[in-house]
């Protein structure tokens, strides 16, 4: 109980800090919020906890949402209502991302961002927008429609910039070996470095007057290029990190009349949207290369699990595995060579490889069987014969071989298993 | 806090004599790594104990429970406890040799400077005296600040992960499944404090490394993950070229006992500790470590055994991985050692109970002793003189190897006889087909023609099953009559006719050697 009431505190406390720094890039002269972070704070940390989590998170959110609402001069009744706006969209948002993805989620999948796009920050967006407007109508306000599309807005964004945040640095542990090594953090450093500091160059003034005509709106693409960067290098963690502190730079910074938008725009509140439909742009597409690489990764770790246990079943069994392709000659084998016949698989590359490694009285008659096995219509054809062994031993070998055919019956390929026995030597080539 | 010590006698060795002054064997402190246990080490305790030394190990504090346990447990509590078994037992032998992986290679380390250990050599297996290998985290450097945040070091978990300190994904398969079940090998975590430890250890031995007056032996992995060759120059620059050498492994991670060079890593060690192992070779590079009489009377003491036939005897006088090389091409032959010895000891009594007479003067060099016999045997109505020398190899009072050279292999051969398959029933029939196969090829007379006919019908039986095709034409006799032998065994079982090829096969090889 009284961890769920820490939660409740913490989220509550990051809840109001991250309005507070909503607060920085909000347009003052229509009090507009043209960004909520907060939202993504809650999203964030629901889809990065255990279910026995969510009550409290929620609450926190409750409490965060009344009390900023509270703050900014709402009556009590609207205060409430605007927390309970809160924990319905998110949780709604939540709700809908569990049926889509595994939670607690993790970036190791396409699916796993669309979810939280499509089922989560869009949801999350929409809902929350709806009860707004209509909550706001039902108290005698009016403009249900921008209310719509301004919470829409706001709140679509700022999930996006800090929900993924949280749910990457969630899974963080600290490690004693293993993850990103040294040189890959140092690179990432430079262009994570390389990244903000353009955002800044870009941002912090006035660009006609730094780099003069339309030059400071074409190096916009720039921070691109270096957040692609970091994406690879770092992976989720850094891209998302980096994107929200970017997304920052250039939100406040415009928001205080610098940068290229600002620059071009001569209403600051369209700047304000389009420096951060930029940033959003930049921080998803961070998001995705991490993604697509640690897709990839994972992939790759399964296919070496896979060739573990089976490189694990044939070695115990002392098997080799080949596949011939009689067209090219080349010759490719599967097992531990280097142990069973002391040549590293690469050496193997033709048949004529393979057959160096018969003794020799057996050499012809085992090319003539292989040259048989290409008229094979796919039965089992077995063959034993002597094969030279690691120590320069000679040891038996049973080769047991089929011919792969296609549709047409046009041979594919031969492929074979070799069971390789130590100690004398039959032969039925 | 838990803490408990063993000590553990070679196996089946009451006492081996290493030390030709007092006859008792030397001993060896093994300290395992942080979170770890005994595993740490791999097969170290076994092969040092095969090798005639006594084993003294410990749970340092904190391990072998719970990874919640090790919070505040600290430098001091390990160092105390090693310095506490190091005195429980260094008076039990003459020589005490100190050794440990990664973090016990810290403590060994420690202990023979603080206690000024000379009294046996010091073995540092990765030492982690900087944490700087290659998939060390980016953010080790910021552990100092953690330190200082109340509370941190107890609650924060440092995982264990891949790569586990393992380069072959085999054993690292295996040692992730350990991790999935449960065992209790090592912590999957430890607290931050413990790191902590491990740095002020660390700061310890930087300071007084260069105190340590043994000699050493530095073992590290130049892809160790944890810790980069930097920690065992600094080792040997600091003890000093002339008492400390550096192994450096080229094919593992940090965790050298269980990895790719294992097997280097043990006998390094076993060598550096100038321990007795199997091989005429090593014996007569190393010194035998016996006096000439202590010598002559093992070599007397061995050819009573073997005068009286009695091989299995000759286990009481061996390190436990006595190795015998028997030559020739017969079902003696090969090279028996450990387990595989006993086997054949009972396997030569069945073969007519031979043993060795007319035994010659025996010529010594080192510990090697040259001593011309004869093997004699006799076996329904067979007789077997064979006349030879055998090669004795002894180490510190125990005979490690015995190899049998007979002037005339063919003798042998003919008596012992080819290896026969094994008996149908002991192992599978495909595997005793297997071996009937390879047995047919070693016969040294050639078979007649229809006795050829009936091996090669009834191996494409087994093998491939009912004949197909076109019976060969008149003019293409011999396949014509392989044809038709092969058609007469149509519609047998590939059972049945493996069976009977063994069966026919093993006639054969009983029939040579009678």
């Given at each position: 109980m009284a961890q769920q009431l820490l939660i409740v505190v913490l989220v509550a406390a990051a809840y109001t800090a991250f309005g507070a720094l909503s607060s920085l890039v909000a347009y003052a002269p229509t009090d507009a919020w043209t960004v909520w972070l907060a939202s993504g704070v809650v999203l964030g940390l629901l889809l990065s906890l255990r279910r026995a989590r969510w009550a409290a998170v929620l609450g926190g959110g409750f409490v965060g949402a009344t009390a900023f609402a509270f703050n900014l001069g709402s009556a009590a009744l609207e205060a409430v209502g605007y927390g309970a706006i809160e924990v319905l969209a998110s949780g709604a948002a939540a709700l809908l991302v569990s049926r889509l993805a595994a939670l607690p989620l993790r970036f190791h999948a396409v699916r796993d961002l669309g979810a939280l796009i499509l089922a989560g920050a869009v949801p999350l967006a929409l809902v929350g927008a709806v009860l707004a407007a209509a909550w706001q109508l039902a108290a005698g306000g009016t403009?249900?429609?921008?209310?719509?599309?301004?919470?829409?807005?706001?709140?679509?964004?700022?999930?996006?910039?800090?929900?993924?945040?949280?749910?990457?640095?969630?899974?963080?542990?600290?490690?004693?070996?293993?993850?990103?090594?040294?040189?890959?953090?140092?690179?990432g450093a430079v262009a994570c470095a390389l990244f903000l500091g353009t955002l800044w160059l870009l941002f912090s003034g006035s660009v006609a007057q730094r780099f003069g005509g339309s030059v400071g709106a074409a190096l916009t693409y720039l921070p691109i290029v270096f957040m692609s960067l970091v994406a690879v290098l770092w992976g989720a963690r850094g891209a998302t990190l980096a994107g929200f502190v970017g997304a920052l730079i250039a939100m406040v910074c415009t928001?205080?009349?610098?940068?290229?938008?600002?620059?071009?725009?001569?209403?600051?509140?369209?700047?304000?949207?389009?420096?951060?439909?930029?940033?959003?742009?930049?921080?998803?597409?961070?998001?995705?290369?991490?993604?697509?690489g640690a897709a990839q990764r994972q992939a790759a770790h399964v296919a070496r699990e896979w060739q573990t246990r089976f490189e694990a079943a044939i070695g115990a069994h002392r098997l080799l595995a080949y596949e011939w392709d009689p067209a090219s000659d080349r010759m490719l084998v599967t097992g531990d060579t280097l142990q069973l016949l002391g040549v590293a698989p690469e050496r193997i590359a033709m048949l004529a490889d393979w057959l160096a490694l018969v003794a020799a009285v057996e050499r012809d008659g085992v090319?003539?069987?292989?040259?048989?096995?290409?008229?094979?219509?796919?039965?089992?054809?077995?063959?034993?014969?002597?094969l030279r062994g690691s120590a320069g031993a000679t040891q038996a070998a049973t080769d047991e071989a089929r011919a792969i055919r296609d549709h047409d019956g046009a041979l594919h390929r031969i492929v074979g298993i070799v069971r390789v026995t130590a100690g004398p030597v039959e032969s039925s080539a | 806090m838990t803490e408990s010590t063993t000590t553990e006698r070679p196996a089946a060795v009451e006492v081996p004599a290493q030390d030709a002054a007092t006859d008792t064997p030397d001993g060896v402190f093994l300290i395992h790594g942080l979170g770890g246990?005994?595993?740490?080490?791999?097969?170290?305790?076994?092969?040092?104990?095969?090798?005639g030394f006594v084993t003294h190990s410990l749970t340092l504090p904190g391990h072998g429970t719970r990874p919640e346990d090790l919070a505040g447990v600290t430098a001091e509590d390990w160092i105390g406890a090693v310095v506490a078994k190091y005195h429980e037992v260094r008076a039990l032998h003459p020589r005490l040799h100190l050794m440990g992986m990664c973090m016990g290679s810290l403590l060994a380390a420690v202990l023979a400077q603080r206690e000024r250990h000379t009294q046996g050599q010091l073995v540092l297996l990765a030492p982690p005296v900087y944490i700087d290998g290659w998939a060390t985290p980016w953010y080790r450097g910021l552990r100092s600040l953690l330190y200082a945040i109340p509370g941190v070091g107890r609650t924060m978990k440092v995982e264990e992960e891949d790569p586990f300190g393992i380069k072959n994904e085999q054993l690292r398969a295996i040692v992730k499944a350990k991790f999935e079940r449960g065992e209790n090998f090592h912590y999957r975590w430890v607290p931050l404090e413990c790191i902590r430890q491990v740095d002020r250890l660390r700061a310890i031995l930087m300071q007084g490394a260069k105190e340590i007056r043994c000699r050493t032996l530095v073992v590290h992995a130049r892809e160790d993950e944890l810790t980069s060759l930097k920690s065992a120059n600094f080792l040997v620059e600091?003890?000093?070229?002339?008492?400390?050498?550096?192994?450096?492994?080229?094919?593992?991670?940090?965790?050298?006992?269980?990895?790719?060079?294992?097997?280097?890593?043990?006998?390094?060690?076993?060598?550096?500790?100038?321990?007795?192992?199997?091989?005429?070779?090593?014996?007569?590079?190393?010194?035998?470590?016996?006096?000439p009489e202590a010598l002559a009377a093992a070599v007397t003491a061995t050819i009573a055994k073997l005068g009286a036939g009695d091989l299995a005897g000759l286990r009481e006088l061996a390190i436990p991985d006595l190795a015998w090389v028997q030559p020739g091409i017969n079902r003696m032959s090969g090279a028996h050692s450990g387990k595989s010895f006993a086997a054949f000891a009972g396997k030569l009594v069945q073969g007519g109970a031979p043993r060795f007479t007319a035994f010659g003067t025996p010529v010594f060099n080192r510990g090697i002793a040259l001593v011309p016999a004869t093997l004699v045997a006799q076996r329904d109505g067979a007789r077997l003189e064979s006349q030879g020398a055998l090669l004795l190899a002894f180490h510190g009072g125990k005979l490690l190897e015995v190899r049998w050279f007979a002037d005339e292999l063919e003798i042998e051969d003919a008596y012992f006889g080819a290896a026969p398959p094994e008996a149908p029933g002991t192992i599978s029939l495909d595997?005793?087909?297997?071996?009937?196969?390879?047995?047919?090829?070693?016969?040294?007379?050639?078979?007649?023609?229809?006795?050829?006919?009936?091996?090669y019908s009834l191996y494409k039986q087994a093998s491939v099953g009912d004949v197909a095709g076109e019976r060969p034409g008149a003019l293409d006799m011999v396949n014509r009559a392989k044809f038709d032998a092969w058609s007469q065994r149509k519609g047998m079982d590939r059972e049945s006719a493996m069976q009977a090829y063994v069966d026919r096969v093993y006639q054969l090889v009983s029939s040579e050697a009678r």
């Open positions: 403009g249900f429609g921008t209310t719509l599309r301004v919470w829409f807005i706001s709140n679509f964004i700022g999930t996006l910039l800090v929900a993924p945040v949280i749910i990457s640095w969630a899974q963080f542990r600290v490690r004693r070996s293993g993850g990103m090594t040294m040189p890959a953090f140092t690179s928001a205080q009349g610098n940068g290229p938008f600002a620059g071009v725009e001569g209403f600051l509140g369209e700047a304000q949207l389009e420096v951060e439909a930029y940033a959003l742009a930049i921080a998803l597409l961070g998001l995705l290369i991490a993604v697509l090319a003539a069987r292989f040259d048989e096995r290409v008229r094979g219509r796919g039965e089992a054809d077995t063959l034993r014969y002597a | 246990t005994q595993y740490d080490l791999g097969s170290m305790h076994k092969r040092l104990k095969n090798a600091a003890i000093g070229g002339g008492r400390a050498r550096m192994v450096v492994l080229e094919d593992s991670y940090h965790m050298i006992c269980v990895d790719n060079d294992r097997e280097i890593v043990a006998r390094s060690v076993l060598e550096f500790f100038g321990a007795a192992m199997p091989g005429a070779t090593t014996a007569l590079a190393n010194e035998p470590k016996m006096s595997a005793a087909f297997d071996a009937a196969v390879l047995a047919s090829k070693t016969l040294r007379r050639a078979p007649d023609n229809d006795t050829l006919l009936a091996l």
